[in-house]
């Protein structure tokens, strides 16, 4: 479903990703992990269209992001870190939005926003601004809205920062539920070790721009005579803490998430 | 959008009923008359700018992802953008024009009305696309206030709103000439008093060459935005 071969970015003169390869299968869970400023938030612009590659060439359900852009966007739906609702919206219209702007006809459209709103628990909150939503309930929405377009891949990055356990135990089991009865390819990126351990099949590890570890969590465990997975992850990578650069917008954003919740 | 007609409303009266009396000795007619295309022009500009900066909010907050990330092309977006921001400019422009009817002014013709109302939306797509070109390149609201007093306010103030541009010196005449707002407001007080400064057909030319090499620029810059 996705495959990466030997893709190298570049900004400059620095080398943010430095030929990783790696594939995805079809409806394989796959937890993509690595330190601040390893190199994921690149990749996975990359493989969202969102920037090209400096060399190497990624498929993503057979096509090209780089140069078949839309569509690629026709089969993912993305869950950012950060929200990216419309928080003027109510939930159903926030929903709507994304239904129009990918093409989805009118009454398909109607009947596919009521399932997926009732999918994650949100049919009863459908007309209410999704300002006056908390954290969690603007992630299960971003989740339905990003399931809209009946993707064959679902990209989550850091999908469960912030929340709570009820709620990313919730938001868990969704995905799950709708990888075994659809067979929908999952990606992410999380922080939080044992979400990956438990959850997803296969796992990489990315750390100053390269894949340091490919297998499942069982392999990665084995191969560094680790508990769990977090500490094979620490053996991979080492425990010193990296350096993170914050731009303006991030640094906004950080502000805004600390007086918002 | 009602707390900002306060601006258009507090000219027209200040400036009005303040400089008419001076204006009209002075043999230039009704000033207030005079101004209202003018303040009909501040609302739109105004409204227009701010409307294509609202993309730094969109690519601050997030929601400007979700539209990049959509299998909908860059140039789609822009001109959706533009024309929701242009139309809700243009409203405003029509609401001042309401609020100019109320202290007494009145158009020369319904005909006229309509192509004031035309003017009103060209002018608003200029001034949109040219806030979406200006917001591409910003990535905070640091330059915003600097955007606001060494561009949109020479733009507005030195376009003949306030004054007619008759007998100007030459440096004001020259910048007026350049500003794309002088040739909306002639157009809108053209066609709502029946006076033209620079013609109907230059007015009509100039505002529509304008506003497609602006959209141009601004898909250009838009589609170069990488978050």
């Not at chain 1, 539920?177 to 979400?195: A, D, P």
């Not at chain 2, 009909?40 to 539209?67: H, N, S, V």
């Amino acid at each position: 479903m996705i495959d990466v071969t030997h893709i190298t970015k570049k900004f400059g003169t620095i080398t943010a990703v430095d030929d990783i390869s790696f594939s995805v299968g079809t409806g394989e869970i796959f937890a993509f992990l690595g330190p601040n400023g390893a190199g994921k938030t690149t990749t996975i612009k990359m493989l969202t269209t969102l920037l090209k590659p400096t060399q190497g060439g990624i498929r993503v359900n057979n096509a090209d992001p780089a140069s078949d852009q839309d569509a690629v966007r026709r089969s993912f739906g993305i869950v950012f870190q950060d929200p990216s609702l419309d928080d003027e919206l109510t939930a159903y219209e926030n929903m709507e939005f994304h239904g129009v702007l990918y093409g989805i006809p009118r009454v398909m459209r109607r009947a596919r926003i009521e399932e997926m709103l009732k999918f994650v628990e949100l049919w009863d909150r459908r007309d209410d601004l999704a300002k006056h939503f908390s954290g969690g309930m603007k992630r299960r929405l971003e989740i339905a809205r990003g399931l809209l377009h009946h993707p064959r891949i679902l990209f989550l990055d850091e999908p469960t920062l912030g929340l709570d356990p009820q709620t990313r135990n919730h938001i868990w089991s969704y995905i799950q539920n709708l990888n075994k009865s659809e067979g929908i390819t999952v990606f992410f990126t999380t922080h939080y070790m044992e979400e990956a351990d438990r959850v997803a099949h296969r796992v990489a590890i990315i750390d100053h721009g390269k894949i340091v570890a490919q297998g499942s969590p069982q392999e990665l465990k084995v191969n560094k005579n680790a508990a769990t997975l977090e500490d094979a992850f620490l053996a991979y990578t080492g425990t010193d803490i990296r350096a993170d650069s914050v731009s303006g917008a991030e640094a906004m954003r950080q502000h805004r998430r600390m007086w918002r919740r | 959008m009602i707390g900002s007609l306060g601006q258009p409303l507090l000219f027209l009266v200040a400036l009005g009923f303040g400089f008419g009396p001076i204006y009209a000795r002075a043999g230039g007619g009704n000033y207030i008359f005079f101004i209202a295309p003018g303040v009909i022009g501040m609302g739109i500009i105004f409204t227009a700018i701010f409307g294509g900066i609202e993309l730094i909010w969109d690519r601050q907050f997030g929601f400007l992802k979700e539209t990049l990330v959509a299998p909908v092309s860059r140039l789609e977006i822009m001109m959706g953008r533009t024309l929701g921001g242009a139309t809700v400019s243009c409203i405003q422009g029509i609401l001042v024009f309401f609020i100019t009817l109320a202290i007494g002014f009145r158009p020369v013709s319904m005909a006229g009305l309509l192509v004031a109302v035309l003017f009103m939306f060209l002018t608003s797509l200029l001034f949109t696309a040219l806030g979406t070109a200006i917001a591409s390149r910003m990535e905070d609201m640091t330059a915003f206030p600097i955007i606001i007093n060494f561009v949109i306010m020479p733009l507005f103030f030195l376009s003949g709103s306030l004054f007619p541009l008759q007998g100007l010196p030459k440096g004001i005449l020259w910048i007026a000439k350049i500003d794309p707002l002088s040739y909306g407001v002639d157009g809108i007080r053209g066609a709502l008093t029946g006076v033209y400064h620079f013609g109907f057909a230059a007015d009509a030319l100039i505002l529509a060459v304008v506003a497609v090499i602006l959209l141009g620029v601004g898909t250009y810059l838009f589609s170069q935005i990488e978050i």
